[in-house]
């Protein structure tokens, strides 16, 4: 199997390709405007009346919600998991250097349908059906990066990819440097995780707490169609190794995107509704639950501004920095364990950066520190619904 990418290296290593930093890749997000069919008065803090959509009753359990764009609208609809094999197909046919491998990805076409057809186009070279051992053809795939490919590495599930950490924190993370800059590793490692409907604790993982602390690693999240196409293609034209982390039960959202290619920048937060009285930082399937209790804090006289981090590692502390500098107020809701998670770590960066402009403790709603039931009632209870938002703003705001 090793030899088989030793040849496919081989055969391409002759190749040119223009390597683009990310830090070249900035473009505007793109984000579809709601039908607006009902509005409340507001008045900001400063006098002024502002119009604002009023919402419907609450959801208690969102997962997401779409909007439906007009048929007259540029673009194409995808749903999310569709959008990433997109960016995927985008990226191999641009760059023969760019290959797959992980359980099932070949002609069965991956457990959630990502690597669909691509078998088919480009050859079982290119897209390698491996083993049931991530340790195994997660360590060949850094090996391929090392030789010159750009190696996909899917995980079945993020919580198998634990079998693997040694290779990813290790070696994915650290050749760079133990190599004294000889071996760049322009590797991607993906794939489903967090919490989903009754999977069990073993599938329920959320790893972006685990591998945040591993030098060299860079993290993002994907939450819409627009930017999980975006940031897939973004994470396999760099050249650090890249995580990209995708929920369970976002692959079936649907959104209109661009007919023009479009790359994201893997260090920039995405801002999805712009306010001024309290700063929400979110990422991945707490943005829905976010949005949802928006709707409702709205209706109730606030003005949140929601801001969906997207760059797990680095953060993206200017954008997340003027706005902390607008509110003086700040909320983090995330779906990892509050222990050592995320928001631990984004409320660090925030004291040690922004505390002279917080008029207020920062709050951060996390999932609780145990395993994931499989009792459905029970699982939601240990993640973050939107009441517990609209009452932890309330709280912030008083």
């Known amino acids: 199997m090793a030899a088989a990418f030793l040849q496919t290296s081989a055969l391409v ?5 223009t390597s683009i930093g990310s830090e070249r890749l900035r473009f505007a997000s793109f984000k579809p405007s709601p039908e607006r069919k009902a509005s409340v008065l507001l008045v900001r803090s400063d006098g002024a009346k502002i119009q604002r959509p009023r919402a419907p009753k609450l959801i208690t359990n969102a997962v997401a919600a779409t909007v439906e764009a007009p048929v007259s609208a540029p673009g194409h609809e995808l749903l999310l998991f569709e959008a990433l094999q997109e960016g995927l197909d985008e990226e191999m046919e641009r760059d023969p250097r760019v290959c797959v491998m992980g359980e099932d990805v070949g002609h069965y076409g991956g457990s959630y349908k990502v690597t669909k057809g691509l078998a088919t186009k480009y050859g079982d070279l290119r897209v390698l059906d491996t083993p049931i051992a991530e340790n195994s053809f997660t360590g060949m795939g850094i090996g391929a990066a090392m030789t010159g490919l750009r190696p996909i590495v899917e995980g079945m599930n993020m919580g198998f990819l634990l079998l693997a950490f040694n290779q990813i924190s290790n070696n ?9 800059g000889q071996f760049t590793i322009p590797i991607v490692i993906r794939g489903p995780g967090g919490v989903g409907r009754q999977l069990g604790a073993e599938h329920s993982q959320r790893l972006e707490s685990y591998f945040q602390s591993v030098p060299g ?6 939450s819409t169609p627009y930017n999980a196409k975006g940031l897939m293609k973004a994470a396999i034209r760099s ?10 039960l976002l692959y079936n959202l649907k959104e209109r995107i661009p007919d023009e290619e479009y790359v994201l920048s893997l260090e920039e937060a995405e801002m999805v509704r712009p306010g001024t009285h309290i700063t929400i930082l979110t990422y991945s399937r707490m943005r829905y ?5 928006a709707k409702t ?5 606030y003005d949140p501004e929601v801001i969906d981090i997207r760059s797990l590692k680095p953060f993206d502390l200017h ?9 003086h107020r700040v909320l983090i809701v995330e ?4 222990t050592g998670g995320i928001g631990a770590s984004l409320r660090a960066a925030i004291i040690e950066n922004f505390w002279d402009y917080l008029d207020a403790p920062i709050g951060c709603l996390s999932s609780q520190d145990a395993p994931t039931p499989y009792a459905g009632t029970l699982e939601d209870w240990t993640v973050v619904q939107p009441p517990q938002i609209v009452a932890a703003v309330e709280q912030l705001c008083q």
């Open 217 to 222: 690693l860079q993290m993002v999240a994907c």
């Open 297 to 301: 804090l709205v209706n109730k006289g």
């Open 172 to 180: 994915c993370g650290m050749l760079h440097y133990t190599s004294g």
């Open 239 to 248: 050249e650090n190794p890249v995580i990209l982390f995708e929920h369970v």
């Open 319 to 327: 954008t997340i920095g003027e706005s902390v500098k607008k509110t």
């Open 335 to 338: 779906e990892c364990m509050r």
């Open 289 to 293: 639950h976010v949005m949802q209790a």
């Open 13 to 17: 290593s002759s190749s040119t390709s």
